[in-house]
């Protein structure tokens, strides 16, 4: 059974940085599609990153390009959203999220597995 466990987030000011991190535990990740997702209060959950780990192939919201960053860790199995730059309107709770042998979805539909999610406050 897939595991998704975070950890990270926080509170900071506009122009902080932030790292968000998920384990994957269970399986080994390099067949899995890993990604960020976040959700503000009110609005639909969006993604914000996502790569296939096995070919490296990554993908950012055009919100947070430039400003964030995927960074993985092949011998703990974790992805780390490294956050830099941040704006209020990057609050949110982020989730990991994972789907084996296939990235190319990016709606929450297309994952099977959830982290718990972990907040993040970005104030003015």
């Known amino acids: 059974q897939v595991q998704l466990v975070e950890s990270g987030g926080g509170s900071v000011q506009a122009g902080g940085s932030l790292r968000v991190s998920c384990a994957l535990i269970g399986y080994s990740y390099s067949d899995y599609c890993m990604a960020w997702f976040r959700q503000a209060p009110g609005k639909e959950r969006e993604v914000v990153a996502q790569?296939?780990?096995?070919?490296?192939?990554?993908y950012y919201a055009d919100s947070v390009k430039g400003r964030f960053s995927l960074f993985r860790d092949n011998a703990k199995n974790m992805v780390y959203l490294q956050m830099d730059s941040l704006k209020p309107e990057d609050s949110g709770v982020y989730y990991c999220?994972?789907?084996?042998?296939?990235?190319?979805?990016?709606?929450?539909?297309?994952?099977?597995?959830w982290g718990q999610g972990t907040q993040v406050t970005v104030s003015s």
């Open positions: 999220a994972a789907r084996y042998a296939s990235c190319s979805g990016r709606t929450p539909n297309f994952f099977t597995y």
């Open positions: 790569v296939y780990v096995i070919s490296g192939v990554t």
